[in-house]
């Protein structure tokens, strides 16, 4: 059984930094691109960050681009995300995010983590 | 960055009922559209791929159609359970986008 459980959201000012971490199970973490995925409180989804298998290629919405760092570490099946120079508007629900490695090309979110909140507030 | 447009934002409709959803595209995206459902307080949940392909385990009730800019997505006859907020996504281009969402709810 796929499971993403992801850690580390709480509580931080304005300007501050947080590291998210997602701990992957049940399929071969190291064959799969991953995502992360954001939604604030009462709204629709947004798209974050996304990182190739390897590690070797990531991509960032231009809303956390030279904020936030994605990265993985195989050997722990592990995914983060590193979230610095917060803002009020990242307040929101962070998805850690499986591709299916369905399609041709990734972008197919296939399972989903139950998500951590990321408050910034003073 | 490509735009999805979908409507309407919220319905009410009554168990047994035809559902249907329509999401647009700002431009052709073939048929790389997927379609979620979430649940208040879960996190999304696949349900259509490539616009049409039923994800595993995913009851029949649930279809997907369209390609290029417009797509449909359908729920035949509408249960208690599909009580959810549905939200297509294009992955074409980065970065991959969503619609705003269509809030189901029961009449």
């Known amino acids: 059984e796929v499971q993403l459980v992801e850690s580390g959201g709480g509580l931080v000012q304005p300007g501050g930094s947080l590291r998210l971490s997602c701990s992957a199970s049940g399929f071969t973490f190291s064959s799969y691109a991953m995502h992360w995925v954001r939604q604030a409180p009462g709204k629709g989804l947004e798209y974050v960050s996304a990182?190739?298998?390897?590690?070797?290629?990531?991509y960032y919405a231009d809303s956390v681009k030279g904020r936030f760092t994605i990265s993985r570490d195989n050997s722990k099946n592990t995914l983060y995300l590193q979230m610095s120079s917060l803002r009020a508007e990242d307040t929101a629900v962070y998805y850690c995010?499986?591709?299916?490695?369905?399609?041709?090309?990734?972008?197919?979110?296939?399972?989903w983590g139950q998500g951590t909140l990321v408050t910034v507030s003073s | 960055d490509i735009q999805m447009t979908q409507s309407p934002s919220s319905l009410s409709a009554s168990v047994g009922d035809r559902v249907t959803i329509t999401c647009q595209a700002s431009?052709?995206?073939?048929?790389?559209l997927n379609w979620y459902q979430q649940k208040p307080g879960k996190a999304p949940k696949l349900l259509i791929y490539?616009?049409?392909n039923l994800e595993t385990g995913v009851p029949s009730r649930f279809s997907g159609s369209g390609s290029g800019t417009d797509f449909t997505f359908t729920i035949s006859s509408l249960q208690p359970e599909d009580i959810a907020t549905y939200y297509c996504q294009q992955y074409d281009n980065l970065p991959p986008a969503f619609g705003g969402g269509t809030k189901v709810e029961i009449k």
């Open positions: 490539d616009a049409s």
């Open positions: 990182i190739s298998s390897n590690g070797g290629s990531t």
């Open positions: 431009q052709d995206i073939s048929n790389y």
């Open positions: 995010v499986k591709d299916g490695g369905i399609a041709a090309r990734p972008g197919v979110f296939d399972y």
